[in-house]
């Protein structure tokens, strides 16, 4: 691979941002369209079922038939609400996890829970997995790790979303968390189609890929792995083809005293 100068890199990083930034926008698009759909529609229902409740309630004197009437309007109302209540619950799921995975409301640093960044990328990310790919859990207890959370979920979009990509059709994604002798190992499993042995030496590199003739990866493994050098971590791979790959994050629980909060993480070091 030629060398490329900080400079081409930095760009190449910049884009590789603003197009995870695009597939979160249209991810979410189409996550949210759903339960607001729900919710408009139903809407229109309830101002029509009012306002035949009002013609009925109109009348001085209400006749058994119209008392049904009354009976069957509320019995769909309610059903109405229990709908509206799981959209509503959807539509703030989804607005917490994006706040949440771009710690709006934080510091630049902060203790993070893994599992609730892990868990913010996955909801962000579902409209990725449609029913193909399974999510399966094996969470211990961890202590919360000193970190910059905008980052390290950026790590875990990177390596999920990475994941989901290897899996063609059906397949299974396990992320396993762990205490470490080093603070804490984050593991990521997926049944996807591997990447060759000539190639795992060259995964970390600018550019490499595995769409085309090579294995979907772009800068994500780059990106990735300069945050968890800055948080004093270790990423590594396993990998075999046709039986998939595992990544492994190992991470101390304090930041490095020499980590600086001013640098952008996808910007390498020349």
Known sequence: MSPESPTDIGDA??????????MLVAGVAHEVNTPLGALASNHDVIKRAMGKLQDILADEVVDETELAEVRRIVRALDGILKVNDLAVTRVLELVGSLRSFGRLDRSETDRLDLHEGIDNALVLLRHRMERRVRIEKDYAELPPVECFPQQLNQ???????????????EGTITVVTAPDDRGVRIEIHDTGRGIAPELME??????FTTKGNRVGMGLGLLI???????HGGRISVRSELGRGSTFMVTLPLELPIES???GTPSDPAP
């Open 13 to 22: 990083v910049n884009s590789a941002k603003l197009s995870t930034l695009g």
């Open 155 to 169: 790590v875990f979009m990177n390596l999920l979303l990475n994941a989901i990509q290897a899996i063609e059709g």
């Open 224 to 230: 990735s792995r300069q945050i968890v050098d800055r």
């Open 260 to 262: 600086d909060a001013g």
């Open 202 to 207: 060259t995964i970390f590199e600018p550019g």
